[in-house]
């Protein structure tokens, strides 16, 4: 079984992307972190990061087929129309994460597009916050799924 884990645009650069802001953890360092999380399940990670729209689009819609998504769609969060509408006919369980706590920062970033359709959203807690969305994955989704 494939947990996919997606995340948007500027997020391939963390560790060295405003780092007081998003941590000083790379996606090399979250992706092994959640691969640790649900290797219990015998659940493999297949993460993917793109600048764009239209290829996160592409990645959810070839990968119908896995258990659940983890999902940081970066500024899409804010105006990601078409991202939305494929996440809306995405069948398995997903989660939105933000490594900032969202509502701390500027008004442009209180609202998010996306989290009425998210099974859960995890914000503020940095890193930690995609391995709490793995764990929270392996809760939601039946050991049948597995
Ligand atoms: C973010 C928050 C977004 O508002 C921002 O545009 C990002 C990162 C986060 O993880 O905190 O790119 O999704």
Known sequence: ???????????????????EVYGTATL????SAVGARVAERGWKV?????ESEGELIHAIQENYD??????NPGALMMYGW???????????PWIEVHLSNVWAR???RHESILSALASGVVVGLGALG???A???LLELVSPAGA
């Open 28 to 31: 090399d360092d979250i992706e």
């Open 82 to 92: 078409s991202l939305r509408d494929a996440l809306a006919n995405y069948p398995a």
């Open 130 to 132: 995609y391995e709490l």
């Open 66 to 71: 896995s258990v659940g998504a983890i999902v």
């Open 134 to 136: 793995a764990s929270a």
């Open 1 to 19: 079984s494939t947990l996919l884990l997606l995340n948007g645009p500027n997020l391939g650069i963390l560790g060295r992307r405003q780092p």
């Open 106 to 108: 500027e008004s442009f």
């Open 46 to 50: 297949l993460s993917i990061q793109r």
